[in-house]
């Protein structure tokens, strides 16, 4: 398949992981928005969120505990952090690969 995180997962392509178990990775994004942009990722190929089935309910539930437990471990998300899934090309999704960017080490002006 050609997905560039599958890649990264497989090791075909180079990143700089920093958390990575049997189902999830997580890597620092190529072109950083913050001091602090991560992203976390299940190891299982799904497309977007929108793709998600009730089989995936533990995976992703563990993929946002693995966000929460990174940022805890970087001083720079001591003061907050953000969590952010694009879902489809008017989000802004590029790559078609779930993941979540962990946002943080700066003040960001909200959203919504
Ligand atoms: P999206 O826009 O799909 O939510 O986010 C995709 C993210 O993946 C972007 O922030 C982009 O910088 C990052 N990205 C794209 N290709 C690569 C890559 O080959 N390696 C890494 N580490 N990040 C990538
Ligand atoms: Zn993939």
Redesign the pocket.
């Known amino acids: 398949m050609d997905c560039?995180f599958c890649k990264?997962i497989n090791k075909e392509?180079p990143?700089?992981i920093v958390y990575e178990d049997e189902s999830v990775i997580a890597?620092?994004?190529?072109?950083p928005?913050a001091p602090v942009?991560i992203?976390v990722v299940p190891k299982k190929h799904i497309s977007a969120l929108r793709e998600v089935q009730e089989e995936d309910i533990t995976l992703l539930g563990k993929v946002l505990y693995t966000c929460k437990e990174i940022a805890k471990s970087l001083p720079e998300c001591d003061g907050g952090y953000r969590v952010?899934?694009?879902c489809g090309d008017n989000a802004?999704?590029?790559?078609k690969h779930i993941?979540f960017?962990i946002i943080g080490g700066k003040n960001m002006p909200n959203l919504i």
């Open positions: 560039i990264i392509i990143s700089t890597f620092k994004d190529l072109n928005v942009h992203l952010i899934n694009n802004g999704q590029t790559v993941h960017h």
